[in-house]
């Protein structure tokens, strides 16, 4: 079959093919994205180096952190101790595990192999004030670049610093200084700096949980107990004022050069037989329960009252002298005269004793021949006359005394 000239024409057209300058295009669109991709893979795993470190530089100042609070209360917690040694003190990890501020577990060495060692120190500025200071360095391990320096320094809760080129501790963005020589410390460039300053350890005494040895302004809990000390048999020396509810000892309570002060209507009391003195009123010191007071030595007064019976075991001894005759008051007063005989004021007058016969008579006698027998009136009666009519014959009259 013989097609027309134009379809005939058209099939017999030789094929049409893209050139080599147009495959060449297709290459360099594809390298172009090969380089981008490679570009931005790089910059990703710069970036996600960049993430790695910054983690571990974050680990790092945590861990740095968590050692330093720890020595920090070790030493708010072991003042006196700390002071009562040789100085420098040096607090380790181990030390701080062994004593219970870290737990157990606690690593002690860093992501950089570096441990930790704090150098304790007294503060010879503060004049008669024992108060501390301290710095803590990492040793050991492998160096941290500048970069990690400057970045764990900067998260460090508190004074967080590095160790530079000079072998110096310096704070983050130049904010302290200090020699680790001064610490007993020898710190290397490359490692991490934490400063303890007294006012730094002041603040952690004053949240230790122990009383705080000096006026902690607007915080008096911090000078509050909230329990019972037991003292384990020890003294409390130069105390100036003790104020309490009550007072229990079991030996005596002395006073040096006071006195045994008591207030309202009390006083000493013998709380075994209920006795004891106090006061309630002006003028009178009382004893508790009406005990009566015993001595066998001398009771002492201006005047002395009884009301009821005056009773003497041996003798009453007058020493008031009157004179008999003379005046006296209130009638019913007792004395002596110089002799020794008794006087009583009667009616406003001195008078001796004297006694008034009365009408009661007594007689007896002895008849004839009795001899010498002697005679005696009754008890109560006074003899007032005697008759003796002969030689062994006598009688004699009584009266009795009114």
């Given at each position: 079959m013989k097609l027309p000239y134009a379809a005939s024409e058209v099939l017999n057209k030789p094929p049409v093919h893209r050139t080599n300058k147009q495959r060449g295009f297709v290459s360099i669109e594809i390298l172009g994205a090969l380089v981008i991709v490679t570009l931005a893979a790089l910059y990703g795993a710069e970036k996600y180096s960049e993430y790695l470190n910054e983690k571990e530089w974050a680990v790092a100042a945590q861990h740095a952190t968590t050692f330093n609070e720890a020595a920090q209360s070790y030493i708010a917690d072991k003042t006196s101790d700390i002071l009562n040694k040789p100085l420098p003190y040096l607090i380790t990890p181990a030390l701080l595990i062994r004593e219970g501020y870290l737990r157990k577990g606690f690593s002690e060495k860093n992501s950089f192999g570096q441990s930790y060692v704090t150098g304790v120190v007294k503060n010879n500025a503060n004049a008669g004030k024992s108060k501390l200071q301290a710095l803590t360095c990492s040793v050991s391990g492998s160096s941290i670049s500048y970069q990690g320096l400057r970045s764990i320094s900067s998260q460090i809760q508190g004074l967080g610093g590095y160790v530079d080129e000079r072998n110096m501790a310096s704070g983050a963005y130049g904010g302290w200084t200090s020699?680790?020589?001064?610490?007993?410390?020898?710190?290397?460039?490359?490692?991490?700096?934490?400063?303890?300053?007294?006012?730094?350890?002041?603040?952690?005494?004053?949240?230790?949980?122990?009383?705080?040895?000096?006026?902690?302004?607007?915080?008096?809990?911090?000078?509050?107990?909230?329990?019972?000390?037991?003292?384990?048999?020890?003294?409390?020396?130069?105390?100036?004022?003790?104020?309490?509810?009550?007072?229990?000892?079991?030996?005596?309570?002395?006073?040096?050069?006071?006195?045994?002060?008591?207030?309202?209507?009390?006083?000493?009391?013998?709380?075994?037989?209920?006795?004891?003195?106090?006061?309630?009123?002006?003028?009178?010191?009382?004893?508790?329960?009406?005990?009566?007071?015993?001595?066998?030595?001398?009771?002492?007064?201006?005047?002395?009252?009884?009301?009821?019976?005056?009773?003497?075991?041996?003798?009453?001894?007058?020493?008031?002298?009157?004179?008999?005759?003379?005046?006296?008051?209130?009638?019913?007063?007792?004395?002596?005269?110089?002799?020794?005989?008794?006087?009583?004021?009667?009616?406003?007058?001195?008078?001796?004793?004297?006694?008034?016969?009365?009408?009661?008579?007594?007689?007896?006698?002895?008849?004839?021949?009795?001899?010498?027998?002697?005679?005696?009136?009754?008890?109560?009666?006074?003899?007032?006359?005697?008759?003796?009519?002969?030689?062994?014959?006598?009688?004699?009259?009584?009266?009795?005394?009114?």
């Open positions: 020699n680790p020589n001064d610490f007993g410390l020898q710190c290397q460039s490359g490692h991490i700096a934490i400063a303890l300053s007294s006012e730094v350890l002041g603040s952690v005494l004053q949240e230790s949980d122990r009383l705080y040895r000096f006026k902690a302004a607007n915080r008096p809990e911090l000078n509050r107990m909230y329990t019972a000390i037991d003292m384990g048999g020890n003294d409390v020396n130069n105390a100036n004022g003790v104020n309490a509810k009550s007072v229990t000892a079991q030996g005596d309570i002395k006073s040096q050069d006071g006195w045994l002060v008591t207030q309202s209507n009390k006083g000493w009391l013998n709380s075994t037989y209920g006795g004891g003195l106090y006061m309630s009123d002006q003028d009178w010191i009382r004893s508790l329960n009406n005990k009566g007071i015993y001595t066998g030595g001398q009771l002492k007064g201006g005047t002395v009252r009884a009301d009821g019976r005056l009773s003497t075991g041996e003798f009453l001894q007058l020493e008031g002298v009157a004179v008999e005759n003379t005046a006296c008051s209130p009638n019913g007063l007792v004395g002596r005269n110089a002799a020794g005989l008794t006087l009583s004021c009667q009616s406003g007058v001195w008078k001796g004793a004297s006694a008034s016969l009365g009408v009661d008579t007594f007689q007896t006698g002895i008849g004839p021949g009795g001899g010498w027998t002697p005679m005696d009136c009754p008890p109560g009666y006074v003899m007032t006359g005697m008759t003796a009519p002969m030689e062994d014959y006598k009688y004699i009259r009584c009266k009795k005394l009114q």
